[in-house]
């Protein structure tokens, strides 16, 4: 063997060298290839692979809405993914397996330090979210985002003569666009699916997660849980009417019933003067003319204030709330002043009263009080927003949504 390595030797010349040090170079390479592979075997670790794409703010992974069959379900889809900071992706707010629908309203939450939505009309004031075809937007009751507080309200409805729809479909779409690394849950905050009596659908909702990072992600996809089905309130989703002001007749003036005043008893002198602090007395909810809440997972106090038309401090104060930051599920919060959805039973103290007088609409009506549509309805059990008539008595609430 040594004689014929010699002679080659000899017959290459460099070449022979050459060729000695290239297959030294591939031997090193395979041995260190083996050795990598054995201690990932043995450590039971995965190397990490870089992303292949060119484009990182793509969507790296996604994981679709998940709903049990026969359940009806109003939820996010995808229900989870990942992307990259400065991306833009869409994300479906879908209905699954329902029966009837004829109107929607739904409430929902993200974190604007992570996402921001994209205005999907920006002709109109404000940011609004894309309609979608199920149910078909007759009316829309309201479309609003708030990039700052990480809010969305939305709430359509079908119109005459079109039927109520039966099966799944897409609710609305929402446009983000990514902005710096972390984790935003889009959450709802409330749900109401309605048939064309007004009567709530019973759903589950299904929140969604959107993960904005680069590379491989270490904080794995929070599992979606459904909600419970939402309690069996009545819904009533108002319908478009023609804007009718009376010409002939004057506005009528609002009879308000004025909060019952307890006069101060004269205080009775005495020699020696005495300071004495005044007591705060809680006042029931009937004669502050509010409502008991029960806070729902995502909900916050300025959430929960503009739904109901009041203030932060007003419900803080009412709650004696030390931090108004810290609130939990479950929890029942008095909100003064305000009104539910369904009706109530009577007019609290300093309620409005407006007598509905001839020509009158809930649409004049809602435009002179600076309120909407769907809130007297609400507040009056209105199942037809369209049938009102002369002489009837109508709550006027704050404006709820």
Sequence with gaps: MLDRLKALKEQMGCTFWVALALIAV???LIALGIARLVWTLMSGTT???APSGPTPAGIAE??????PAGVTA?????AWQRIGPGGVTEVAIRIENVTGLYGVEVHLTFDPNYLEIQDADPDKEGVQIQAGDFPHPDFV???QADNTQGTIDYTITQMAPRGAVDGSGVLAKITFKTKGEGISRLAFTGAKLAN???QQIPAEMLDGEVAVAVGALSVQPTPTVAAGPPTATPVVIATPLPTQEPTATPPAIPTEVPPTATAKPPATPSPTPVQVEPTATPLPPAAMGGCYYTVRRGDTLFSIARRFGSTIEAIAQANGLANPRYIRAGQ?????GAYPACAPSSAAPGTTIYIVRPGDTLYSIAKRYRTTVAAIAWANGIADPRRIWAGQRLIIPAYCW
């Excluded at 109003?74 to 995808?78: C, K, T």
């Excluded at 029942?332 to 003064?336: A, F, R, V």
């Design 196 to 198: 064309p009596d007004g």
């Design 47 to 49: 190397p990490e692979v």
């Design 26 to 28: 591939v031997l090193i």
């Design 74 to 78: 109003v939820g996010i889809d995808p």
């Design 332 to 336: 029942k919060l008095l909100i003064p």
């Design 141 to 143: 009751v309201q479309n």
């Design 62 to 67: 996604s994981r679709p809405m998940e709903v």
